[in-house]
């Protein structure tokens, strides 16, 4: 029972950024990115990894930005974006790299 309580709140974080789907294309402009207060990291080799829009049903939703650690020394992060390509917008996730 306790290890089920456990991996409740990672279960759910799964399951959330796989309903974030990804659109095979869009031909309407994200708005700009919207900027606010990062706070101070958590902890030594966290990152700001940037917040994004992202395209749900018809339309843009700002997902916020977070504070995250690579999961090896030497990785940086590499911001989602969208990249307009024959007229049309297609979104590439953010990654460490």
Do not use: I
């Not at 994200?30 to 700001?48: I, K, L, T």
């Amino acid at each position: 029972m306790k290890r089920a309580l456990l991996l409740a709140p990672l279960l759910a974080t799964l399951s959330l950024g796989a309903c974030a789907v990804r659109a095979a294309y869009v031909t309407v402009p994200p708005p700009p990115p919207q900027y606010g207060v990062m706070g101070y990291a958590p902890g030594p080799g966290y990152v700001w990894c940037d917040g994004y829009w992202n395209w749900v049903g018809s339309r843009y939703v700002w997902v916020r930005g977070y504070w995250g650690r690579p999961p090896r020394p030497g990785l940086r992060w590499v911001p989602a974006r969208w990249e307009h390509r024959n007229g049309r917008y297609e979104f590439e996730r953010g990654r460490w790299r």
